[in-house]
């Protein structure tokens, strides 16, 4: 078993651009790599880029952010290895979405 660093809690508005990079303790050559925000009535792949050899970027633009519904979303990141199948995933992370404070000028 590999230990996974947590993803660190993110916090934002509908409409946001979602994203996180994290170092992960192997290579990532020949690892598959998905990631998923969840909650009861919600399920949003995300968009996974490997920085070759050991960090992800996770994310979610603003056509996929602005349906998330207001509360707490739950998400984790997954690796599978091509060659031998194994399987890990980081400790599960959340995604808490609030209101949006600022609003671009074009809207008030």
């Known amino acids: 078993m590999t230990c996974l660093p947590r993803p660190e809690p993110q916090t934002i508005a509908p409409g946001d ?14 690892i598959s790599v998905t990631s998923q925000v969840r909650r009861r009535g919600v399920e949003a792949d995300l968009a996974v880029r490997k920085i070759l050899p050991r960090h992800v ?3 979610g633009e603003k056509a996929l952010t602005i349906t998330w519904p207001l509360g707490r979303l739950r998400w984790d990141i997954r690796f599978e290895n091509e060659v031998s199948g194994e399987v890990w995933r980081t400790p599960p992370s959340h995604v808490d979405v609030l209101p949006a404070m600022t ?3 074009e809207e008030e």
């Open 17 to 30: 651009t979602f994203r996180v990079r994290l170092w992960v303790p192997f290579d990532l050559t020949q």
């Open 57 to 59: 970027e996770i994310s």
């Open 103 to 105: 609003r671009p000028a």
